[in-house]
Structures are given as C-alpha cells and as structure tokens.
C-alpha cells in the first residue's frame, strides 16, 4: 500500500466553524507532513511531524493546529480560518533513515483536500 | 539566496513531439534535486531523485538528468496522458528541513 489517505476531498467552512482535516497512511513512515497550496503555486510546508512529535512548524498561525495521534494518523484542526486560507490541503509522508534525518525529498503525498472558506 | 527557475513556464505539445523542461537552482550544497509530477486538485507525484552532477533517471517515456547549474526533464514522444504541471524540488545542505520549490512547467499534450 503506497497511498497517503486524505479526508474529506473538500471542505467548505464558515469563518466561525471548526473542522478538521484527517490523513492516513500504511507505510510505516515516520515523518508526516502538511502542505498549503494555492492556484499555480508549489506547495508551502506547514507542519512536519517525525515520530509522531512535533519537529517544524513554519510560523503558522495557530488558527491551524496539527495532531498527530499515532504513526499512521495525522490530523489538522481548523477554526476561525480566514478567506484568505482557502486553497488544497495537502498530506505527505516520508520515510526517516535516522531519527533525526529524514529522506526529506521523496514525499508521498495524498490527493489533498480542497478548502474553501467563506 | 537558494532558488529553483522552472522554464518554460507553459509548454504546449502535439502528440509524439519530444521536448525537454528545465529546472535550474541556486543552493548552496545541493543535497538532491527532485522532480513531481501534478495533476489538476491531486497531490504531487513523485518522480525521480537526482544527487550528483552526470546522474540520469529514466521511467517510461521521461528522463531526468542533471549537471551543477541545472536538470532537464526530456519527454519522449509524449502522450496526452502526459499533460500535468512538473515541479522541481531542491534539498541544500545549510536547511535540510524542507524542499525548496520551483513555480512548475504546466505541460498540455495534444492529441
């Protein structure tokens, strides 16, 4: 199984709701990722867990909270998102070679999950 | 400062018509130069992997090289299927947190 699972496919979400975005995978890799990624843009690294602790968290506002409950799961908590967030959510995992290197290159990544925020 | 320059910014294609798209960076002490292949509302697929001057990759229809200044993504007579936005990626060696991105060459291959 080499897929990264991402849940729902598209989210549509009021200013003032909370919601949350799932990941899963069955690789066994140790290093997880959340990207944004806006229209003809590359993706832009959020979050990136490595054995389920929190290793990066690029200056992200913490209207965006990151969970990682064990080594297949991965989740992003919204709440009082802003227009301005709505863009693809994407998920991505990779393997470590070491616990503190990862193959930082060679991402597999879900299909996303299409934010609007109105 | 590091940077990834993706050229042509839009390539149009007829079926079978070979061309090549570019990546050239800007980092200091490149760790690997990687290439994603995208669909429209899909995640990034991974491509190939490339860490030393005079490597090549090859996969179906696509090969990727690289020299110290930049890598080439040829595509041999090309499908429609082959349509999709490419995305080059580097790893340096002073921030080896996270892949610097260039903007993508979107691709259309016409029947």
């Known amino acids: 199984d080499t897929e990264v699972t991402q849940t729902p496919k598209h989210l549509v979400m009021g200013m003032t709701n909370k919601k949350s975005l799932k990941c899963e995978q069955h690789?066994?890799?140790?290093?997880m990722y959340w990207y944004k990624q806006k229209a003809k843009k590359p993706p832009e690294l959020m979050f990136v867990y490595s054995y389920e602790k929190l290793s990066i968290n690029e200056s992200v506002p913490s209207r965006f909270s990151p969970e990682c409950p064990n080594s297949s799961l991965l989740n992003l908590h919204l709440h009082a998102l802003q227009p301005e967030d709505s863009a693809l959510y994407l998920c991505?995992?990779?393997?470590?070679?070491?616990?503190?290197?990862?193959?930082?290159?060679?991402?597999?990544f879900g299909s996303g999950t299409q934010l609007s925020v109105l | 400062e590091d940077q990834v320059t993706q050229s042509p910014e839009a390539l149009r294609l007829q079926e079978g018509e070979s061309s090549s798209l570019n990546c050239s960076y800007t980092v200091s002490g490149l760790r690997g130069l990687f290439w994603y292949r995208q669909d429209p509302g899909k995640g990034p697929e991974f491509l190939f992997t490339l860490y030393s001057a005079g490597e090549e990759k090859e996969k179906e229809r696509l090969k990727a090289t690289l020299t110290k200044k930049e890598s080439f993504l040829h595509i041999t007579a090309p499908k429609p299927e082959d349509s999709a936005t490419y995305l080059c990626?580097?790893?340096?060696?002073?921030?080896?947190?996270?892949?610097?991105w260039g903007l993508g060459t979107s691709l259309a291959v016409n029947p």
């Open positions: 990626a580097v790893s340096n060696a002073g921030n080896n947190r996270k892949l610097i």
């Open positions: 991505a995992s990779s393997q470590k070679t070491t616990p503190g290197r990862a193959l930082i290159g060679k991402l597999f």
């Open positions: 690789m066994g890799h140790r290093a």
